[in-house]
């Protein structure tokens, strides 16, 4: 039986290369997602509405340094229309993503499209929009967004300094996540996994940090390299076995200590194998984020190299993803919001009388069984 693991069995599971011992570990990771969320799987459309970002860090394609990239931002008619299509193909939530900005004209422009886009959908909306104020956090949540994912990379306040220029900080970061909270979001946060110089322990501190930070939502993922950045040039020993390995046990392993957090399957597992993102669902994940930028766009957001961006095709996109989770024995469920069991039980605890509303979107999916 495997059960609720200290930090040194989580040192040792990420120590392991045993493929037995590894099936035994995610079919128990299974089983705990199971226990939660029974076989539901829920989606997340994820529009990359611009690639624009202030920030410089080393391991990422959209750095501002990065002079190459052909640099873009949707129009908000272009970022509802994407969601309208999600929200008819039966879609119960977005996800918007963009590179980092704090200008107010930035600031406005998201609160403006979240209050259309809640007006006109009434889709759950995450937001993944970087380090912003308190004030910030504030007015999106008011124009009717009600999850944030903030990653915060890695828990080590050493190995963070080394991913990141000098005026980037891994303080700021921590407490964005904690104001998130404060503000009343569904919160979640992540890390990038099989960094250089990472240790196992680093990964096990990173879970341990997921807990102690009470969070409703994982997003994490395997790094991958991007030859325009700094960091790739100081990756020697990059494999790809390992990093699908270290993916998926970290999934499995925040799974087991965490048994009520929203955790996705990431694009990063996908990009590593074509059924990266079903290993993560076998693993115990119970949320995937297709990517459903419009493509004119979703090519130019280049965080890693041999990221997938989606192919032409709503319909098809989600029918072939439903199929491709049935196939491992779960199921896609079109309609709901998918929320995280994990932040009603933390605001239950604070002795809330009023959560964000969670109510399903009342439209059903067309056309996708
Ligand atoms: N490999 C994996 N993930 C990356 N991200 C950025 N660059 C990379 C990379 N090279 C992730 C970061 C960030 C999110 C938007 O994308 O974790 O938070
Ligand atoms: Fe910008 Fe985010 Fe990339 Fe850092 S990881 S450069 S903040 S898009």
Known sequence: MIGLPNKRELVQWLQTTDHRA????????LEVKHRYFGHKVHLRGLIEF???????????????????????QMTADEIVECAQRAHMAGLGSIVLQAGERCDEAFVQFVEDAVRRLKRETNLGITLCL???????????????????LL???????????????????????????????????QVGTGVMIGLPGQTAEN???????????DVDMIGMGPYLRHAGT?????????????????????IALTRLRLPDVNIAATMALLT????GREMGLKAGANIIMPNITPTDYGQYY???EGRPYREEGFGELLEDLSRKVREVGEEVVFGEYGDSPHYFARMRCKGATTVRSVAPTSRRHAGVP
Request: net charge neutral; aromatic share 12%.
């Open 203 to 213: 990964l096990a501190d990173d879970i341990l940090f997921f807990d102690e930070m």
């Open 130 to 148: 970087g380090e912003q104020t308190a004030e910030t956090y504030r007015r999106w949540f008011d124009a009717g967004a009600h999850r944030y």
């Open 230 to 250: 700094p960091l790739a040039a100081s990756c020697t020993d990059y494999s790809v076995e390992r990093q699908l390995r270290l993916g998926l046990v970290m």
């Open 302 to 304: 280049d965080l890693y």
């Open 50 to 72: 611009s690639n624009i970002c202030r920030k410089n860090c080393y391991y990422c394609g959209l750095r501002r340094d990065n002079l190459s990239l052909r640099r873009y």
């Open 272 to 275: 590593l194998h074509p059924r």
């Open 22 to 29: 590894l099936s035994e570990l995610f079919a128990a990771a």
């Open 151 to 185: 990653r915060i990379e890695t828990s080590s306040p050493e190995l963070y300094a080394t991913i990141h220029p000098p005026d980037h900080s891994y303080s700021t970061r921590r407490a964005c996540v904690f104001a998130l909270r404060e503000i009343g979001y």
